[in-house]
């Protein structure tokens, strides 16, 4: 950890990889970390933990199922919001854009429970990537 500043635009610039997040530093037993996120990620859900979700920069939609039914939710830049804990969401980006989460070390990033993860494939070559 780093006890020096950390000028979050030098730590996205990094990095190139969407739905990838990069923990940047620790608060006592957090992660935080930072995504580029862009399309669709996956339905997911994290049992014991909420998720917090801050946008840097772009917009984001986080679809979620709650017990009164299905919404989704728009994060503008500067928006903050948190998916409690148990409830299955699926965060989404049509345009692309830049987060920071805050989550226990070692929470995983598809949650507890999830759909299946697709194969990645590579726009230039047509290849799969499994990721």
């Given at each position: 950890?780093?006890?020096?500043p ?9 990095f190139?990889?969407?739905w ?10 957090y ?20 998720e ?8 984001l ?36 854009a ?20 697709p ?13």
């Amino acid at each position: 950890m780093s006890n020096e500043p950390i000028p979050l635009s030098k730590a996205l610039a990094s990095f190139d990889a969407l739905w990838s997040p990069r923990i940047v530093t620790r608060v006592n037993d957090y992660d935080v970390r930072i995504a580029k996120v862009e399309g669709e990620h996956i339905w997911h859900v994290h049992d014991d933990t909420d998720e917090f979700f801050l946008v840097l920069d772009g917009e984001l939609r986080i679809s979620l199922r709650e017990p009164a039914g299905e919404r989704t939710v728009l994060l503008p830049q500067g928006a903050v919001f948190t998916v409690p804990r148990g409830t299955r969401h699926k965060p989404y980006a049509p345009s692309g854009a830049a987060i920071l989460m805050f989550e226990p070390t070692g929470t995983p990033t598809v949650g507890d429970r999830h759909d299946e993860i697709p194969d990645h494939v590579d726009a230039t070559t047509g290849h799969t990537l499994n990721t």
